[in-house]
Every structure is written in C-alpha cells, then in structure tokens.
C-alpha cells in the first residue's frame, strides 16, 4: 500500500519569496514520486517527476523537488514564488516497475501575496 | 504535444440519470484511468484499464459505474443512476511506456476534466 500526506493544506508566500511544499509518502517498494499542479478550473498538470537516477530533479516553470529515501520526503520548492504559481498543488505516488494506480496527495493551496 | 481530450466539459444531469463521460487518451499509450475530485477533496482514483480489461478499481467504483473502450480512441466512464453525491470533476488519464526511461515510469498524462453536477 501507498500514502502520500501533505503538510498544509494552504501555504502564503510573497512575491519573490520562497516556495516550500512539503510532501512525506509511505511505500512498501521503492516509489516514483510526482507533482502536479492544478490551476483555478483547469485539469491536472505534471510539475515534475522522481524515478531512478539523481535525487534532485526539476521541473517546469523553476520548480524542484528532492527524493530523501531516509527522510521519505519528497519536497517541492521555487526560489522565488511568482503570481502565477498561485495553484493547487499535489505531491503523488505510484510503485516502480509497473502500471499501478497513481495516489494523491490531499493537496496544498499555493497563495502568493503580492 | 499529445494531450487528453476529454467531453463534455461540463454535465448538468438530474438525479437518477445515466452519464456517459468521455475520454480520447493519446494515441499510442496503452494504459487508462478514470479519476474524480469532489470539490475541495482530494483526486482519487476510481478505475484503471489496460488490455480492454479492469486492471483495478476503487471501493468508489461500485456497481453504478462501468468503463468501456468501445474503438480503437474512445475510453468512456458511464454512470447508470447519478446521485447527489456523484457531484465532481472527472479526470480521464493515460500512460504508455516512458521513453525516456527504460524502466517504464507510470508517468500519467490527464485530460482538462468534466465537471458532473448532479441536481
């Protein structure tokens, strides 16, 4: 079984401030690790995405997040927010090596204060 | 780039009324889902498909929902009798063979969703 938990479900950041969402899962096997974001009445969109290989991998529009096995964390961060990161973001996971289900976080509400 | 075509957009049905969402996966993946969010909730998964066949679903998909691939595009979600509580975006998704990594990521691509009101 796998779980992904969110730790806040609304984060507010200044403009040029930074952005940190964080994000623990619970795998049995080793996981792949994503984040989506959402924006107001749109689908879901991938951010960026961990699978094997380099810990630290980045996405679009400057974001990042590192794969902490020890820690089983896999957080999101921006140097610097921007208005438009204003979205919903989900912290997902899914088992290696096969077609299973994805899992979904609870989601964490980016707000950006100007 | 190759994207998830979902319709309609939007349903506004009456309680008791069959729904039929539908889905146009990319062309050459071979693996589907079906996921919802009732607003403010979490996505959650319902349903996943693979072969013209159910690989798994949730306690969510019960006996009111069914999925079917009638041609080689379509991928459809149907609701038989809709409740109150059937009230959520849609999400249809799709994944094949990640090319860029040999192990084969689940890395799914969603479409825009359809939003189902239930009145």
């Known amino acids: 079984a796998q779980s992904v938990t969110q730790l806040g479900s609304h984060v507010s950041v200044s403009e040029g401030a930074l952005v940190l969402l964080r994000c623990n899962y619970s795998?049995?096997?080793?996981?792949?690790l994503f984040w989506y974001v959402q924006y107001p009445n749109q689908g879901l969109q991938l951010l960026l995405k961990?699978?094997?290989?380099?810990?630290l991998v980045k996405g679009i529009n400057g974001f990042e997040a590192e794969f902490k096995k020890s820690e089983t964390s896999f957080h999101l961060t921006k140097p610097s927010a921007h208005m438009s990161d204003a979205a919903e973001y989900f912290c997902?996971?899914?088992?290696?090596?096969?077609?299973?289900?994805?899992?979904f976080g609870t989601g964490t509400k980016l707000q950006v204060i100007p | 780039e190759p994207e998830v075509t979902q319709t309609p957009s939007h349903q506004v049905t009456q309680m008791g009324q069959e729904v039929i969402l539908r889905c146009v996966p990319i062309?050459?993946?071979?693996?589907f889902y079906w996921y919802r969010q009732i607003l403010g909730q979490k996505v959650e998964f319902l349903v996943s498909?693979?072969?013209?066949?159910?690989?798994?679903k949730s306690e969510i998909f019960d006996d009111q929902f069914s999925v079917e691939r009638p041609d080689g595009s379509n991928f459809t979600l149907k609701i038989r009798s809709t409740k109150l509580e059937d009230s959520a975006m849609y999400f249809c998704?799709?994944?094949?063979?990640?090319?860029?990594?040999?192990?084969?990521?689940?890395?799914?691509?969603f479409g825009a969703g359809s939003r189902l009101t239930v009145l």
């Open positions: 998704a799709s994944s094949g063979r990640d090319t860029t990594n040999l192990s084969g990521a689940n890395v799914l691509t």
């Open positions: 997902a996971v899914t088992e290696q090596g096969g077609y299973q289900k994805v899992t």
């Open positions: 961990y699978t094997t290989g380099a810990t």
């Open positions: 498909f693979y072969n013209n066949e159910i690989s798994e």
């Open positions: 062309s050459n993946h071979l693996y």
């Open positions: 795998s049995s096997v080793p996981p792949y």
